[in-house]
């Protein structure tokens, strides 16, 4: 299952100890029973909820005044858990029949860490998302569950990622013209789910992502990768589904013919519903909204509430957002705060005027400079991918 929460600590040592659980994750098991947390960043409830190997980022603790999200601040998705990964030993593994000079798996050009932070650097500020952010909504707002991890909508964070360009990384070691497809391999533990071993965490992308802006990232917000986040070396995909940026980028395999993953065959691609059996992997991220407020929160009532938000898209910057707080009859523009080209989101205010005491439902609607707006339902898909529809928020003025 994609995206499937992991059971708690706590949860695995019970199942442990009862002696059931073994034969279904005995990695995990083991891990438990050491001690280990899957993720090893603190997680304060107040900033996080806690899904175990995922964990998701509160939007009412999103600082306004703050753009990009801070490291610890940042959701995490483990398939499995985070590794710790030293630095000094690490190599990146290039191979493939892609490269002018082809190589087997057996004999990469290898870079070490400082090889790699060596090169020219450049820092690109991006949306980072997960490819089920949204999904609890399938269920809350359409009333047809999906299956995996019930992100509300804080599977999400703008980062300012460092690192080499994939481009000048190819570019020195030489790309044979007629490479097509690049299959990045973690480092992480395999992902075992349903009692079938699926390999190393990994999804092939095209070579013109590579040469565009695909980034070898060490570095977010100006300082080295956390663990959680792929400490020493990650793949950036800027834009696209965060399954392609993989973490702990342990090998990059250019190939001249397309290659596939269980991860672009059998999820993060749509599947159910309306969709045809030959839908394509997802690649761009949808656009999204949400207000920097809790679940139904309590907002005093003043002849001017301002409500604050942030709207986001995989395509590029948000043209505009209009915001409704009558449950989607009357809309009025948001004033846009901080946004425009080469940002990762879009940040805005509405003045809300002369609300009256009571439950209200408020809805954030955007549209990209692409043109593609948020619709009010997303069509059903198994596995609960890229929830764009419009989110209804109830709030309670007192
Ligand atoms: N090696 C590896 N890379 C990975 C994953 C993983 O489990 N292992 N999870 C992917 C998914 S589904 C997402 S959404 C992002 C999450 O990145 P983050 O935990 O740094 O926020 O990493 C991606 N890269
Ligand atoms: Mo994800």
């Known amino acids: 299952m994609p995206d499937q929460p992991r059971p708690s600590r706590r949860a695995v040592l019970t199942a442990a100890t009862a002696g ?105 500020a ?53 490479a097509v497809s690049i299959m990045a391999t973690g480092l992480d533990d395999h992902y ?19 040469l565009d802006d695909a980034l070898l990232a060490w570095g977010q917000n100006g300082q080295d990768l956390l663990p959680d986040h792929g400490f020493p070396l990650r793949l950036v995909l800027p834009g696209w589904v965060g399954i392609g940026s993989i973490k702990w980028l342990g090998s990059l395999e250019v190939s001249t013919q397309e290659q596939t993953s269980p991860w672009n065959t059998i999820w993060y691609r749509m599947t159910g519903g309306s969709y045809p059996p030959d839908s394509p992997p997802l690649t761009v991220n949808p656009v999204r909204s949400a207000f920097e407020l809790a679940w139904g929160d309590s907002l005093v009532r003043r002849p001017e509430v301002i409500l604050t938000g942030r709207s986001w898209s995989g395509a590029g910057p948000i043209g505009h957002v209009d915001v409704s707080t009558d449950g989607g009859s009357t809309w009025g523009r948001a004033r846009i705060v901080r946004g425009g080209r080469r940002e990762a989101w879009t ?18 609607r955007a549209t990209d400079v692409t043109g593609r707006q948020q619709p009010l339902v997303t069509p059903y898909n198994d596995n609960g991918y890229f929830f764009d529809a419009v989110v209804r928020h109830p709030v309670t003025i007192v």
């Open 20 to 124: 059931a659980g073994f034969l279904t994750f005995p990695a995990l098991v083991e891990r438990a029973l050491a001690g280990a947390p899957y993720i090893l960043k603190p997680l304060p409830p107040r900033w996080f909820i806690d899904y175990g190997s995922n964990a998701e980022m509160r939007w009412d603790s999103v600082d306004p005044y703050r753009y990009l999200t801070a490291p610890s601040r940042l959701f995490v998705r483990d398939h499995t858990a985070t590794p710790r990964i030293d630095a000094a030993t690490y190599q990146l593994q290039v191979f493939g029949d892609g490269l002018a000079t082809p190589r087997g798996a057996d004999e990469p050009v290898t870079l070490t860490y400082a090889e790699l932070r060596a090169m020219r650097s450049t820092r690109i």
């Open 126 to 178: 991006a949306i980072h998302e997960c490819t089920g952010n949204g999904r609890a909504f399938f269920n809350t707002q359409q009333g047809k569950a999906a299956t995996g991890t019930q992100w509300t909508l804080g599977a999400v964070g703008a980062v300012e990622w460092e690192g080499v360009r994939l481009r000048t990384v190819l570019e020195r070691i030489g790309l044979d013209p007629a």
């Open 192 to 210: 075992v789910s349903g009692g079938v071993d699926y390999g190393s965490v990994r999804r092939p992308f095209p070579v013109s992502k590579a």
């Open 347 to 364: 940040q805005w205010a509405y003045d809300w005027q002369r609300p009256d005491r009571g439950d209200h439902v408020v809805m954030a």
